[in-house]
T-cell receptor
Framework: EAGVAQSPRYKIIEKRQSVAFWCNPI?????LYWYQQILGQGPKLLIQ????????DSQLPKDRFSAERLKGVDSTLKIQPAKLEDSAVYLC??????????FGPGTRLTVL | AQTVTQSQPEMSVQEAETVTLSCTYD???????LFWYKQPPSRQMILVIR??????QNATENRFSVNFQKAAKSFSLKISDSQLGDAAMYFC??????????????FGTGTRLQVTL
């Protein structure tokens, strides 16, 4: 069974630029999560989707971050404009509704 | 809001020995799940073990076992017969079991485990 796919694995940008990350969840998983993991910390939820709808985006900095999940499958997380403090690993996870979360390999973002 | 605390930033264990990683949490809920995740340098989070709060019996998965103390809000992970491949960051995580709520994981700050020969 294929796992959660993410791309790119690494991204380096300058501050004020924009960047987008892509996630393809495990087939059949209705719930998709984006977590931000800053160096030395545990992951923190940015946004949770169930099918097409947003369940929780309370910790998403909406002035610069946006996310969408078209057709309830793939998802894209965008940052515009990026700040230095956005340097982190962005993890995507998916699950059946309220089931075990399976994580992708993450995207490491460096903002210079 | 729930919080998860891991007070050991780093731990070291010799191969074949036993090590215990500590985790405490704070919640006002009575029904929840607790997890230990392993994150190797490849960054991919891997579930090690889970515990349902309503179960008194401690969970066990091969060389991994937990000591769940609900009243003390403590959830430690014991790794027996440590292997070089166990070296990684270990995260303790909490998830509410309430229906109708978001099912996010709340993570601690992690413990880096080194395994030496």
């Amino acid at each position: 069974e294929a796992g959660v796919a993410q791309s790119p694995r690494y991204k380096i940008i300058e501050k004020r630029q924009s960047v987008a990350f892509w996630c393809n969840p495990i087939s059949g998983h209705a719930t998709l999560y984006w977590y931000q993991q800053i160096l030395g910390q545990g992951p923190k939820l940015l946004i949770q989707f169930q099918n097409n709808g947003v369940v929780d985006d309370s910790q998403l900095p909406k002035d610069r971050f946006s996310a969408e999940r078209l057709k309830g499958v793939d998802s894209t997380l965008k940052i515009q404009p990026a700040k230095l403090e956005d340097s982190a690993v962005y993890l995507c996870a998916s699950s059946f509704i309220r089931g075990e979360q399976f994580f992708g390999p993450g995207t490491r973002l460096t903002v210079l | 809001a729930q919080t998860v605390t891991q007070s050991q930033p780093e731990m070291s264990v010799q191969e074949a020995e036993t090590v215990t990683l500590s985790c405490t949490y704070d919640t006002s809920e009575s029904d929840y799940y607790l997890f230990w995740y392993k994150q190797p340098p490849s960054r991919q989070m891997i579930l090690v073990i889970r515990q349902e709060a309503y179960k008194q019996q401690n969970a066990t998965e091969n060389r991994f076992s937990v000591n769940f103390q609900k009243a003390a809000k403590s959830f430690s992970l014991k790794i027996s017969d440590s292997q070089l491949g166990d070296a990684a960051m270990y995260f303790c995580a909490y998830r509410s079991a309430l229906t109708g709520t978001a099912s996010k994981l709340t993570f601690g700050t992690g413990t880096r485990l080194q395994v030496t020969l």
